[in-house]
Antibody, heavy 114, light 111 residues
Framework: QVQLVQSGAEVKPPGASVKVSCKAS????????IHWVRQAPGQGLEWVGV????????RYAQDLQGRVIMTTDTSTSTSYMELRSLTPEDTAVYYC???????WGQGTLVTVSS | DVVLTQSPLSLPVTLGQPASISCRSS???????????LTWYQQRPGQSPRRLIY???NRDSGVPDRFSGSGSGTDFTLKISRVEAEDVGLYYC?????????FGQGTKLEI
């Protein structure tokens, strides 16, 4: 069955960077895209961006452009989302999801606090 | 970007009674292949979103048949024929016709 397993919770000071991983299994990783979605505490869902699993195509949310980088490693079926210059407003649960967001990871809480 | 507007944002319901959530899009979600790329999710407290309905009206595997999706190019509805206690949570619509994917604000279903 399709599974997406994410890395554990992170606490970072303002201005730092965070890198979250998402390991896929149960399907052909290279044939799909991986989307990243975040959810601030008590808030709704916000699309962060998407990467083709082979890595040649990325698209990021406009207001995160320049701070977010998505990469993949097809040898381990893992996708990564790095967010730089963190502010407290980036505190959220970050989810990865497979193509058309049919299956989701368990989420990774990123807390930005001094 | 496509804007999705959900209503109501809060939906008190009675067990065994029907419930309905509306989602309106700022533009048509009909793709060139003829499909309507509107998706519905359920999110229970502390859990990841779970896809219920895709391409307007297709139920995912394991989703009870009391959930149904319908609509036209810009107006969509999620219906629960008879609400059960396990249905409590947040419901989101999402358009996956074009990047960036966008979500409705969410509807809180409460007993």
């Amino acid at each position: 069955q399709v599974q997406l397993v994410q890395s554990g919770a992170e606490v970072k000071p303002p201005g730092a960077s965070v890198k979250v991983s998402c390991k896929a299994s149960g399907y052909t990783f290279s044939s799909d895209h991986i989307h990243w979605v975040r959810q601030a505490p008590g808030q709704g869902l916000e699309w962060v961006g998407v990467i083709k699993a082979t890595g040649e195509t990325t698209r990021y949310a406009q207001d995160l452009q320049g701070r977010v980088i998505m990469t993949t490693d097809t040898s381990t079926s893992t996708s990564y989302m790095e967010l730089r210059s963190l502010t407290p407003e980036d505190t959220a649960v970050y989810y990865c999801a497979r193509d058309h967001c049919d299956h989701w990871g368990q989420g990774t809480l990123v807390t930005v606090s001094s | 970007d496509v804007v999705l507007t959900q209503s109501p944002l809060s939906l008190p319901v009675t067990l065994g009674q029907p419930a309905s959530i509306s989602c309106r899009s700022s533009q048509s979600l009909v793709y060139s292949d003829g499909n309507i790329y509107l998706t519905w999710y359920q999110q229970r407290p502390g859990q990841s979103p779970r896809r219920l309905i895709y391409k307007l009206s297709n139920r995912d595997s394991g989703v009870p048949d009391r959930f149904s999706g319908s609509g036209s190019g810009t107006d969509f509805t999620l219906k629960i024929s008879r609400v059960e206690a396990e249905d409590v949570g947040l419901y989101y619509c999402m358009q996956d016709k074009v990047w960036p994917y966008t979500f409705g604000q969410g509807t809180k279903l409460e007993i």
